[in-house]
């Protein structure tokens, strides 16, 4: 009868298995704008050797990012030489760190880019996530990782992808999650840690980067033609802009961001 | 033996702990005394009673005399311990019960963090100079606190053993909680109500100061911006 | 009083106390094992349930015991199989751990403690009692039985959900349990729900068909004061189930709207009220404890008086204490919420109600005391079980005072104390009383015999560890250790308490090894017991009359019942008792009624014995 038990334990392991790993939601009606694909298909997509690189200026100074209190998690605190502190706005030289920039429309229709095998990875260190702000593709997978001695729960709370809420209770845990669909940003939110955020730019093509601490990105690989292109950050929204790509061109999209009025 | 296996509660370090563990010993006695009792006849009749050979049981359905003994002397008992907590429950929990000047505090409970608003210098709730820390109760000794309590999500649980108090946040309702520590020192305060898969991790540290240490804490915390959601 | 209706038994012609072979039965394996409308058959179908969802809701215990005996430690024993939404390398996670308590506790209350005490016993005992040949509405019954099979694997089927299975306890406080976003759980969440609606169904119909049994169904004779207790408890318990389940399955569907619908009945963003769920829950809830206690109690008295040899003592006021029970229980649901933000006004009225629902308790245990006293008690492993249960649930009922104390309760409420004590009257109280009642009805329902000798070595084994996990629970609670927490060592306060912890995971784990005892033996008597004879207790109740196992249709004549089922140690005849079907001669100066052969496993009562 025990026996019994167990065969139902692992056979519900093996089905939990099956399920867990991958969301698989019906298609639905897709926010983003560009074509979603569920499954991990084969490129059909066209490439190139298009260039688009620029910076994302910020004009001014940047207000002043939060302290964070990291008093009762001393684990945490211990990583940190100075106060650490929500780095919202990251500004040198007059350039934005964390905005992510992709390419919103332009690409042919229907064309689909097979993810990379390599996972795009979000660590948890010092009770921040590392980095804050990136980019995945669509099916690529995304590895969690906890190198804090302590719990955090990672809470993806995503409008046109199904959403998770798990937890990492120990150093050097790892999990892996894929979403299915185009969505820009996915936010992430660690609940005993309530200054913890971090948002994915979920999109369907490799067309996309973050900006470095000084503002610049590039984007390679583009087939010719002309581009929508859209730079996010997690305080000031969205901008877009359109650049024309021809054959081995490189060219050069700029964003302009001011402090908030 | 260690001190897990008492029956006493841990030493208190508020004003409640007179009051519950009074009660609560007197509880532990009257009941200690029934326990033995009836596991003590429920032995001896077993062993006096047990099946012999030639033996046969008595032949009888009850007595109504040894009914109504017991239940009258077993209701006598269990009112009394009714009236006996009436007093102390009104005194603790009663929506009135904190005195008057007792200093304010609003604690928010949030999925698995407690965020404990401070009044500022000007000892009032909602103005400007308040300021808010996470996970950090910090109270000064010997003062009641009236503190409300309430949630942004799901039901928390403010527990803090030492000081006898627990009290639910429940989101859409501003309860009142009042206590007054008699100790200075460093504790705990958990949340006794599952909250979801962070629970057990829903802590906070207490610390109850002398006014001059509180009054200093303070002047620390006044003005700084520190990102919480 | 009793209403007298054809017999339909077809048992046709069948003398009395006959072979159970020899009567003949055209109907097909597939009605009369499977589908059947045979009150025993359906009992016994209850009873193979239950007791594999009592196995499971085991196995979810050893889990969680693994957790804090061990934390972060990796489960041995294919403990790895497990997949990564569960455990991490075997490490148990939270949201699994969340599960494990609200499963443990789901599977217990609705899919072993409840179906075992009413689903199995209400339908073997109340027709064989009371001189039925089955229940009023037999295809009702049935159905009862075919919903809460539906309604057991769905809830099993939520462990392999995306999300995983519920996780907001057992009682399902909204709004941790009406948004999944605060829980991450979905459709484990409203598996719950469904498969708790269809479950109340099948109780609802099963305590229709109890009533109207009782009421309708009784032999000539068996007046209501000649009822056993156990009857008596089956009968208001199924009032209980009647009046209460329909709130649950009410306020549960209420919850599922909340959750899928976007209601807002319980949750507070758009004016929904919290609370409302507690006191829907509970007062469902609390009548609830006592559809888990009083069939035991009933249970474990009939076997009392029978393990005693003597009348139950104050027979009258058991059944007035049951009745009182079956009241009071309606209004005390309060003292659940005593900490849940109700105006604290209405905590002290619950606080009396509650203390007063102690004293019928309290006088149900002096009866059963009383009813020892003086008698002849033989220990045999349904006396066993029954003793035991008398002693756990005084244990129970004891802790209970504290938590009825408000203030007290300001204290333990959602400790350890409150797991301690609650087990106390579920596992100590009910679940001993089941093992005395499945042992004491088992020969009447297979027609063989347990072993004896495996039933002490595992009544011994169960009483010992039983105590040894939850006596020190009642320890870690007043350490203000708090209930349904994954890891305690993330406090301080409660860091000293892992040795103890340890200790009461290993007793646990001895504890549910000592059931495969009870599992071999009920499995290998079933092919290889002796014999079991129509009357193998020597009981006075009307089922012992049959042949072992009665065949269907129960009764070949309708019995005409004479007394009530105490008549232990009665100085009108030889022998120590006297069933309740058998005439004597109406003159009290007439010669005593001749005794009747003895079975087997008593030994004789020794007649001729001087000593009375």
Excluded at chain 1, 14 to 31: L, V
Excluded at chain 1, 99 to 123: H, M
Aim: hydrophobic share 45%; net charge neutral; charged share 15%.
């Amino acid at each position: 009868m025990k026996r019994a038990i167990l065969c139902i334990l692992v056979l519900s392991a093996a089905c939990s298995k099956g399920g867990g790993g991958t969301d698989k939601s019906a298609a639905g009606s897709d926010s983003g704008g560009a074509a979603a694909t569920a499954a991990p298909a084969a490129s059909t997509g066209p490439t190139g050797d298009g260039v688009i690189t620029g910076t994302v200026h910020f004009a001014g100074t940047a207000p002043a990012n939060p302290t964070i209190d990291m008093s009762e998690e001393a684990a945490c605190k211990a990583k940190y030489t100075s106060n650490p502190v929500d780095s919202q706005y990251v500004v040198n030289n007059g350039g934005l760190g964390y905005t992510f920039v992709y390419v919103k429309s332009g690409l042919p229709a229907g064309a689909t880019y097979a993810p990379p095998a390599t996972p795009a990875v979000i660590d948890q260190r010092g009770c921040e996530y590392h980095p804050r702000v990136f980019g995945m593709q669509v099916g690529q997978k995304l590895e969690i990782k906890n190198d804090d001695p302590l719990l955090h729960n990672i809470k993806a709370v995503p409008h046109v992808n199904r959403g998770f809420n798990i937890s990492q209770p120990t150093a050097g845990m790892t999990t892996t999650r894929t979403f299915d669909k185009q969505e820009v940003m996915v936010p992430f939110q660690c609940n005993v840690h309530g200054w913890m955020q971090a948002h994915a730019g979920v999109v369907s093509h490799p067309f996309y980067a973050v900006s470095s601490p000084d503002g610049k990105y590039t984007i390679k690989g583009l087939p010719p033609g002309t581009y929508t292109i859209e730079a996010w950050h997690e305080k000031l929204g969205p901008q877009t802009t359109t650049v024309t790509v021809g054959k081995g061109e490189s060219k050069t999209a700029d964003f302009n961001y001011s402090p908030k009025a | 033996m260690r001190d897990f296996l008492s029956w006493l509660l841990p030493p208190g370090a508020s004003t409640f702990t007179g009051e519950i563990d009074w009660l609560y010993n007197t509880i532990l006695v009257i009941t200690g005394i029934a326990f033995v009792l009836v596991e003590a006849a429920l032995v001896v009749f077993l062993v006096r009673y047990r099946r012999r050979p030639g033996r046969r049981a008595t032949y009888t359905h009850g007595s109504t005399r040894a009914e109504v003994i017991w239940t009258t002397v077993t209701a006598l008992v269990v009112v009394w311990i009714g009236l006996a907590s009436a007093g102390g429950w009104h005194r603790i929990k009663a929506r009135d019960a904190a005195p008057a000047g007792a200093y304010p505090l609003l604690i928010t409970a949030k999925q698995f963090e407690w965020h404990i608003t401070y009044p500022g210098k000007d000892g009032k709730i909602g103005t400007p100079d308040d300021f808010t820390v996470r996970s950090q109760l910090h109270v000064v000794v010997n003062r009641p606190v009236a503190a409300v309590l309430e949630s942004e999500d799901v039901i928390h649980s403010f527990f803090v053993a030492p000081w006898r108090i627990k009290q639910d946040a429940v989101p859409g309702m501003r309860i009142p909680v009042w206590f007054q520590p008699t100790k200075v020192g460093t504790f705990e305060l958990g949340c006794a109500e599952l909250c979801g898969l962070g629970h057990y991790r829903m802590r906070a540290v207490v610390t109850v100061h002398t006014q001059e240490d509180y009054d200093r804490w303070v002047a620390t915390r006044a003005g700084a911006v520190t990102a919480s959601r | 009083m009793a209403t007298s209706i054809p017999r339909t038994g077809q048992g046709g012609g069948m003398a009395f106390g006959g072979d159970a072979h020899a009567h003949h039965d055209d109907r097909t394996f597939l009605r009369k094992y499977i589908f059947s409308t045979d009150h025993k058959i359906i009992g016994i179908q209850f009873l193979l349930m239950s007791l594999l969802f009592l196995l499971l809701g085991g196995v979810l215990a050893m889990l969680m015991r693994w957790q804090l005996g061990f934390p972060g430690q990796p489960l041995p024993a294919g403990g790895g199989m497990l997949p990564e939404t569960m455990a991490a390398r075997g490490v148990i996670l939270p949201e699994f751990y969340t599960s494990l308590v609200t499963m443990h506790g789901t599977f217990m209350v609705f899919f072993a403690i409840m179906p075992l005490l009413v689903g199995v016993f209400g339908n073997y005992l109340i027709p064989l009692k009371i001189g039925a040949p089955d229940m009023a509405f037999p295809r009702l019954n049935m159905a009862s039985f075919w919903l809460a099979v539906p309604a057991g694997f769905l809830m099993l089927s939520g462990f392999f959900v995306e999300g995983g299975h519920a996780a907001a306890g057992w009682t399902s406080y909204a709004p941790l349990s009406a948004n999944s976003e605060y829980s991450g759980v979905d459709m484990g969440q409203k598996i719950w729900c469904v498969s708790l609606i269809v479950l109340g169904l099948s109780s609802i119909l099963g305590a229709v068909n109890y009533i109207t049994t009782i009421i309708q169904l009784r032999a000539p004779g068996m007046h209501w004061f000649r009822l056993p207790l156990s009857i008596w408890s089956l009968f208001v318990t199924a009032c209980l189930v009647l009046l209460a389940m329909p709130v649950l399955s009410g306020a549960i569907i209420m919850l599922l709207f909340d959750q899928t619908i976007g209601t807002h009945f319980f949750l507070p963003p758009k004016g929904g009220q919290p609370l409302l769920w507690q006191h829907l829950f509970w007062f469902f809830g609390h009548p609830e404890v006592y559809i888990l206690i009083l069939p035991a109690m009933g249970m474990a008295s009939d076997i009392i008086a029978n393990g005693s040899r003597k009348p139950i003592f104050g027979y009258t006021s058991m059944v007035l204490a049951i009745i009182a029970i079956g009241f009071l229980g309606w209004g005390v649901w309060g003292h659940h919420m005593f900490m849940s933000g109700m105006n604290p006004t209405l905590g002290t009225t619950f606080m009396i109600s509650t203390l007063l629902i102690s004293v019928p308790s309290a006088i149900k245990v002096f009866n059963w005391l009383g009813t020892m006293w003086e008698g002849n008690i033989t220990f045999h492993v349904p006396m066993l079980h029954a003793i035991a249960f008398v002693s756990m649930f005084v244990i129970g009922g004891l802790s209970g005072v504290f938590m009825a104390a408000a203030p007290v309760d300001i204290y333990i409420h959602d400790t350890y104390f409150i797991v301690a004590h609650l087990h106390y009257v579920l596992f100590g109280g009910s679940l001993f009383a089941i093992f005395a009642a499945v042992t004491y009805w088992y020969p009447k329902m297979f027609g063989k015999l347990m072993s004896e000798r495996w039933g002490k070595v595992h009544f011994w084994l169960t009483f010992v560890f039983y105590n040894c996990v939850f006596f020190p629970m009642h320890q870690l609670g007043l350490q203000g250790h708090m209930r349904r927490i994954y890891d305690p060592n993330q406090y301080e306060y409660l860091r000293h308490l892992q040795p103890l912890n340890t200790f009461i995971s290993i007793s646990a784990f001895c504890l549910f090894t000592a059931q495969i005892i009870f599992a071999v033996n009920f499995i290998s008597s079933w092919f290889r017991g002796a014999p079991a004879g129509n009357n193998p207790w020597l009981d006075n109740g009307l089922e012992w009359t049959l042949p072992s196992p009665p065949p269907h249709g129960n009764f070949a004549t309708v019995p005409t019942v004479y007394r009530g089922p105490y008549e232990y140690s009665s100085p009108l005849v030889e022998e120590d008792y006297l069933p309740q079907d058998r005439q004597l001669p109406p003159s009290p100066g007439a010669p005593r009624a001749p005794a009747r052969p003895q079975p087997p496993l008593m030994p004789a009562p020794h007649p001729s014995s001087p000593t009375h």
